[in-house]
């Protein structure tokens, strides 16, 4: 079955350096991914879509990787702020149908000034 | 506008009771979502509704029913509760309900059950 791994330690930055957060997914080929960011005691609202054939996506300071060969998104994020602090998960559309997706657990970032 | 909206916002139920969890959205989408989220679990999908009047299980359906009452409005009941459906519940809507589409999320409610 899917199965999508986002590193459940919570990744720890200073402010101004480059986060980078990992989505591993297995057993399935999603032509597409996205990336949804959730603060404390909030619904996750969502950030960016990349596609398999777009490679890199980029939206002001973040920017998503999609490796089809290794199975991974990487989500990073330049120049840190401490308001970036927050859950970050991926979601992968359902093998078996087009209209659902599945969520990773999340990575939480902290970001320290 | 709201976008989408959630009560109550914080129960604690014993086990047993039943409680039904509102959700109603104003952007016009056809698509609804209920997910439970647990610590370590990522939030998983418990029933969807694709358009008005139509309704599916998800990963985790046991234990809930799931009323679309109109094309704004998706209620999630819980007949007679139990600990283990302590979580945080969000629900969700989209335009057409294609995984590819944003996904807006409500505010969340908190569920305890004793």
């Known amino acids: 079955s899917q199965k999508i791994e986002q590193n459940s330690e919570a990744l720890n930055i200073q402010e101004g350096k480059t986060a980078t957060l990992t989505c591993n997914y297995t057993?399935?080929?999603?032509?597409?991914l996205q990336w949804y960011r959730q603060d404390p005691g909030r619904g996750p609202v969502f950030l960016l879509l990349?596609?398999?054939?777009?490679k890199e996506k980029r939206k002001e300071r973040l920017k998503v990787t999609f490796d089809t060969t290794l199975k991974q998104s990487l989500f990073h994020i330049t120049a840190s702020q401490p308001a970036d602090s927050a859950t970050y998960l991926c979601a992968l559309p359902f093998s078996g149908g087009y209209n659902k997706l599945i969520f990773g657990a999340g990575t939480r970032l902290a970001v320290h000034p | 506008n709201a976008g989408v909206t959630q009560t109550p916002k914080f129960q604690v139920l014993k086990t047993g009771q039943s409680m039904t969890l509102q959700c109603a959205q104003d952007m016009n989408h056809n698509s609804m979502y209920w997910y439970r989220q647990d610590p370590g679990m990522g939030l998983r999908l418990i029933y969807y509704?694709?358009?008005?009047?139509?309704?599916d299980k998800g990963e985790v359906p046991n234990g809930y029913n799931v009323s679309r009452l109109n094309k704004r409005e998706f209620s999630l009941r819980l007949e007679s509760a139990a600990p283990s459906q302590t979580s945080v519940y969000f629900c969700?809507?989209?335009?057409?309900?294609?995984?590819?589409?944003?996904?807006?999320f409500g505010p969340g409610t908190r569920l305890l059950v004793l």
């Open positions: 969700a809507s989209s335009e057409t309900g294609r995984s590819w589409e944003t996904q807006y």
């Open positions: 057993n399935y080929s999603p032509a597409y």
């Open positions: 509704s694709a358009s008005e009047g139509t309704t």
């Open positions: 990349i596609r398999e054939n777009e």
